[in-house]
């Protein structure tokens, strides 16, 4: 299990971990039962307990767009693999369509069908936000996945990854390498510009750079896909004749990204990746490419939310915390992978 420095374990931190895992997480949550030590107050607690014993059943609606990503398909894949780990819990799945608009009518028919919780990655968050909303007005929980809805109140919990921080350690780690060279040329080949998220990261990696005293020379922006990637980079690197480093947001893209690399014979400047694909880690351990690191952003957040969503249903809290209920948000780390720790994190990637 991944430990960071202070000995604090992972899964402690995120509650959930990759679906072949997944089993372990159930030690890490604890049902409302007087099972715990307390004080008289109840405000302190020392707790066991044990939320993998089956309970009330609970019905899960599930949501994602289609899998032709590999970030998505993982997605996807983790919430039916843990989904299936557990006795209690139905499992039912929407197709998300192509579109906002066709979520919304797939959404409208589940939400007539009243599954206890509905787990959701939207297509647009701002987008679905009434939908959500309609589900919590019909008695049914919501668990937003990653996008993040425009109205708090349109969800029971928001399970997301650290986009900002995805950004800054990016950008962090860049400047650390590029200490003490004299104008530095950085690039940026960012992910869906319209979309919070992408914004988000193109903030932190701003931060990031600034804290040594670098900025971004070049930026272009991407649709989150291998061909897109392999576009725009082409382009980038005819408009750029000398980059130091580049930070593209988006390892599925990244496929592209370094075709348009080694179509065009570039090798003076290095690479950090975003997200942690297999495919991206494989590179990272093979040093057969620019790309020397990558920041995660986990789509096992999936397996975490439908534990938390079956949790949320049967009234259960999580151990370490002295409250009786599942948070209402939980914002996952970004973590920085490289050479010296890439085999920890192989077990974790996801093929684009």
Not at 31 to 36: E, G, I, K, V
Not at 86 to 101: E, I, L, R, T
Not at 297 to 315: F, K, N, W
Request: with cysteine.
């Amino acid at each position: 299990m991944k430990r960071f420095p202070d000995g604090t374990s992972r899964r402690s931190l995120l509650i959930g971990g990759a679906a072949a895992g997944a089993g372990a997480l159930l030690a890490g949550c604890t049902s409302n039962a007087d099972n715990s030590t307390n004080n008289d107050t109840g405000q302190t607690k020392v707790t066991g307990g044990d939320n993998a014993a089956a309970g009330k059943t609970v019905t899960i609606g599930f949501s994602a767009p289609a899998a032709d990503h590999g970030w998505i398909r993982a997605i996807t894949d983790n919430a039916k693999k843990q989904a299936a780990l557990y006795k209690d819990v139905k499992f039912s799945q929407v197709d998300a369509g192509a579109d906002a608009p066709a979520q919304i009518a797939a959404l409208q028919t589940l939400i007539q069908q009243k599954p206890d919780v509905i787990v959701l990655l939207p297509q647009d968050g701002a987008q679905l936000t009434a939908t959500g909303k309609a589900a919590m007005a019909a008695g049914i929980q919501v668990v937003n996945l990653d996008r993040e809805f425009s109205d708090a109140g349109a969800a029971r919990l928001l399970i997301k990854g650290d986009n900002y921080g995805m950004g800054l350690a990016a950008g962090q780690y860049i400047g650390a390498k590029l200490k003490g060279h004299a104008n530095p040329v950085v690039a940026e080949i960012a992910g869906i510009d319209n979309l919070p998220l992408t914004q988000d990261r193109s903030r932190g990696f701003k931060d990031g750079l600034a804290q040594y005293g670098l900025k971004v020379s070049n930026r272009v922006a991407a649709q989150f896909t291998v061909q897109s990637g392999q576009d725009v980079t082409a382009n980038l690197l005819q408009a750029a004749q000398h980059i130091d480093a580049i930070w593209n947001h988006d390892d599925d893209q990244g496929v592209g990204v370094l075709a348009a690399i080694k179509q065009a014979a570039r090798k003076e400047f290095f690479m950090v990746g975003g997200a942690g694909s297999l495919d991206a880690m494989e590179h990272i351990k093979n040093g057969d490419t620019p790309l020397e690191a990558t920041v995660t952003y986990p789509p096992t957040m999936a397996s975490s939310a439908i534990s938390l969503a079956r949790l949320i249903v049967q009234g259960k809290g999580m151990s370490d915390l002295v409250e009786l209920q599942v948070p209402k948000q939980i914002v996952l780390t970004s973590e920085t992978i490289t050479k010296s720790n890439v085999d920890t994190y192989l077990p974790l990637g996801f093929k684009s």
